[in-house]
């Protein structure tokens, strides 16, 4: 079945790095635009950054470019988020996303705590 399983979430002190990856199995990844999203609590899910299916384009929300940057290996059928300079206002859970078309799919999310 399809499965989007993140991984690398935790508790970070502010200024410091994670990387998250998203291990996606069950439908055909190569074709499949990725993306992470996240939420806080009491705010609207949004978009934080997203790559097309060959990686040739990348898009990201205007506050993270410099800070975020994604990527996949669709061998590997794997995506990454890697964040840096971590900022307590980036406390959300963050989820990955795949869609081709019509058809889209969620992963459970991982936490990302920022917090000294």
């Not at 979430?9 to 199995?25: E, N």
Request: aromatic letters at 10%; a neutral charge; glycine letters at 12%.
């Amino acid at each position: 079945q399809v499965q989007l399983v993140e991984s690398g979430g935790g508790l970070v002190q502010p200024g410091g790095s994670l990387t998250l990856s998203c291990a996606a199995s069950g439908f055909a990844f190569s074709i499949y635009a990725m993306s992470w999203y996240r939420q806080a609590p009491g705010k609207e899910r949004e978009l934080v950054a997203s790559i097309s299916s060959t990686g040739g384009v990348t898009n990201y929300a205007d506050s993270l470019k410099g800070r975020f940057t994604i990527s996949r290996d669709n061998g590997e059928k794997t995506v990454t988020l890697q964040m840096n300079s971590l900022k307590p206002e980036d406390t959300a859970v963050y989820l990955c996303h795949a869609q081709f078309k019509y058809r889209d799919y969620w992963g459970q999310g991982t936490q990302v705590t920022v917090s000294s």
